[in-house]
């Protein structure tokens, strides 16, 4: 399996503009998880999904942030406006529903917002 | 209040030798999980070890074993005979088992670990 793919992998833009970072989870993963990373606080859950439903959203950090799972093979993390604050790290993983052990990351996209 | 406290930020250990990378968690939860992943500097998050709360035996993958105090509530992470390519963040991190968080997984501040030849 070629494992969790994210895209762009590095992403400069300008404050207020509009970002969108895509993700495709392994095949046959029925949950999907956003994560930002950053040096001050570290890596944090921004939303899942479970067979596509948005399960808990409550880590993301305001309305600017929106995520859609449009179906199983597909995921976008929007930023609208962005802010040189939302620079960051951010990770898409997945997992199998009978494998609540183990979450699969992708490689991350490294946002720069100046 | 933080879930996952991994109070060592950075670590150095001689090659070949074995390492214990300390973390404590909170939870109230009876049925909870905990994980151990790694961050090389390339970036990429790198699952090493999982540890469910019920388990009795610690777990085990390779060079890599957690050693689980259930009522110290520590997870702690033995990498033996460390390689250079050891070198990297350790994130230890807990999925708590209730019903409406069990897929969260909260993780730690991490620890950076030099290993040294």
């Known amino acids: 399996d070629a494992g969790v793919i994210q895209s762009p992998r590095h992403e400069v833009t300008e404050m207020g503009q509009e970002v969108t970072l895509r993700c495709k989870p392994i095949s046959g993963h029925d949950y999907l998880f956003w994560y930002r990373q950053t040096m001050m606080r570290g890596l944090e859950l921004l939303i899942y999904f479970n067979n596509n439903v948005p399960i808990d959203d409550s880590g993301m950090p305001e309305d600017r942030f929106s995520a859609k799972m449009p179906n199983a093979s597909f995921s976008t993390l929007k930023i609208q406006p962005s802010e040189p604050r939302d620079s960051a790290v951010y990770f898409c993983a997945s997992r199998a529903w009978r494998d609540a052990d183990t979450q699969y990351f992708g490689p991350g996209t490294r946002l720069t917002v100046l | 209040a933080q879930k996952i406290t991994q109070t060592q930020p950075g670590m150095f250990v001689q090659e070949k030798e074995a390492v214990t990378l300390d973390c404590t968690y909170d939870t109230s939860d009876q049925s909870y999980g905990l994980f151990w992943y790694k961050q090389p500097s390339s970036g990429e998050m790198i699952f090493l070890i999982y540890?469910?709360?019920?388990?009795?035996q610690n777990a085990t993958e390779g060079r890599y074993s957690l050693n689980f105090q259930k009522a110290r509530k520590s997870a702690n992470l033995v990498i033996s005979a460390s390689q250079l390519g050891d070198s990297a963040m350790y994130f230890c991190?807990?999925?708590?088992?209730?019903?409406?968080?069990?897929?969260?997984?909260?993780f730690g501040p991490g620890t950076s670990l030099s290993v040294i030849p």
């Open positions: 540890q469910g709360s019920y388990d009795e």
């Open positions: 991190a807990m999925r708590e088992g209730t019903k409406t968080s069990y897929d969260k997984v909260i």
